[in-house]
């Protein structure tokens, strides 16, 4: 009869922490290093507990003589010694020990699933959409804080509050968690098609897009100040939008999946100009054919007064005096009615 066998001590989820092979018996268990298995429980006696046959044949597990008892696994009263079968757990001070039979089988292998070669490095004009760049952690890490810097002081330079400071940070803050939510959304599906999260690839790579979203909707504000009639910004609006969301849907797609470059271009333009021509319609049907609202919705800028198109006062004064005349010459003649 062999006396080989297997001790396994489990952690407070049942699961193995450690796992002991004893080839003779008889083996002890405690805290001092001479023992066949060597706990770090301060409850457990330098020899705690002895395991050998009986006469009968029988495999036990028995009290030396403790201070803390030995106990059946989920049973509170102190017993002398436990029979030993396979599975058999027992608790000697805070550790509980499971007996396994080393000729005991083991489920079968799970099988790996088969992940996607990974693609070739990246070549080209429109390599960087491959979004291999943001393999280092480190230029991760620098693209999201130089990013959450920038729209940080962006956001300040647009308040006129009494505590600019604290709702900048409450706006870049809440501009924060969008954008989390949307890459763990990405993360998701990355994890779902490949078995890899690459969480912090994906807000990187939105923290970019997001900052140009960001200068030009700064540039627009100018041009609109500077040029409110005609404004030559929303010549470039629609395009602008259009490109910033194919490379934002691309960049996604080649971090979340080993799609070709070119299909991933078609897609992004199939799905970015869906939404802009969805944004487009929803924008002329909303539209009011009448309102009292003046249709201007520029913003005041901090422009020096050197900048600022103006006249002197003579030539403002000629211009006054020539609108009153052309004025004058308008109103009727009362005095040849009457």
């Known amino acids: 009869m062999s006396d080989r066998l297997i001790l396994e001590v489990l952690d407070g989820q049942a699961r193995v922490a450690s796992r002991t092979h004893v080839h003779e018996l008889p083996a002890t268990i405690g805290r001092g290093f001479d023992n066949s298995v060597v706990l770090d429980d301060p409850y457990v006696c330098p020899t705690h507990v002895r395991i050998d046959r009986t006469e009968a044949g029988e495999l036990v597990v028995e009290d030396v003589g403790s201070v803390n008892g030995l106990f059946e696994a989920g049973?509170?009263?102190?017993?002398?010694?436990?029979?030993?079968?396979?599975?058999?757990?027992?608790?000697?001070?805070?550790?509980?020990?499971?007996?396994?039979?080393?000729?005991?089988?083991?489920?079968?292998t799970l099988v790996e699933p088969v992940r996607p070669a990974a693609?070739?490095?990246?070549?080209?004009?429109?390599?960087?959409?491959?979004?291999?760049?943001?393999?280092?952690?480190?230029?991760?890490?620098?693209?999201?804080?130089?990013?959450?810097?920038f729209t940080t002081a962006m956001d300040y330079t647009g308040v006129i509050d009494r505590s600019p400071v604290g709702k900048a940070l409450t706006q870049a803050l809440g501009f924060l968690l969008l954008l989390v939510l949307w890459a763990g959304i990405w993360a998701l599906a990355t994890r779902a098609v490949s078995q890899r999260f690459a969480f912090s690839r994906h807000l990187a790579f939105a923290w970019l897009?997001?900052?140009?979203?960001?200068?030009?909707?700064?540039?627009?504000?100018?041009?609109?100040?500077?040029?409110?009639?005609?404004?030559?910004?929303?010549?470039?609006?629609?395009?602008?939008?259009?490109?910033?969301?194919?490379?934002?849907?691309?960049?996604?797609?080649?971090?979340?999946?080993?799609?070709?470059?070119?299909?991933?271009?078609?897609?992004?333009?199939?799905?970015?100009?869906?939404?802009?021509?969805?944004?487009?319609?929803?924008?002329?049907?909303?539209?009011?054919?009448?309102?009292?609202k003046m249709d201007y919705e520029g913003q005041l800028k901090p422009m020096p007064a050197r900048f600022v198109p103006a006249e002197s006062l003579d030539q403002f004064r000629a211009d006054a005096r020539a609108l009153r005349g052309k004025v004058d010459k308008m109103k009727p003649d009362t005095a040849g009615a009457q």
């Open 119 to 149: 693609p070739p490095t990246a070549s080209g004009r429109l390599a960087w959409i491959d979004c291999e760049w943001l393999a280092s952690a480190r230029a991760r890490v620098a693209v999201i804080v130089l990013s959450l810097l």
């Open 75 to 108: 049973d509170s009263a102190r017993i002398a010694q436990l029979p030993l079968r396979h599975g058999t757990r027992f608790r000697i001070g805070r550790t509980v020990v499971r007996y396994r039979d080393p000729h005991e089988p083991v489920p079968p």
């Open 209 to 292: 897009i997001a900052v140009a979203f960001v200068i030009w909707g700064t540039l627009e504000q100018w041009m609109s100040f500077l040029a409110p009639a005609g404004s030559v910004a929303e010549l470039f609006t629609v395009p602008l939008a259009l490109l910033l969301g194919v490379v934002l849907i691309a960049g996604h797609l080649g971090i979340a999946s080993s799609m070709p470059r070119t299909q991933r271009l078609r897609t992004s333009v199939a799905v970015a100009g869906g939404i802009t021509a969805i944004a487009i319609l929803f924008g002329v049907v909303s539209n009011q054919a009448f309102t009292t």
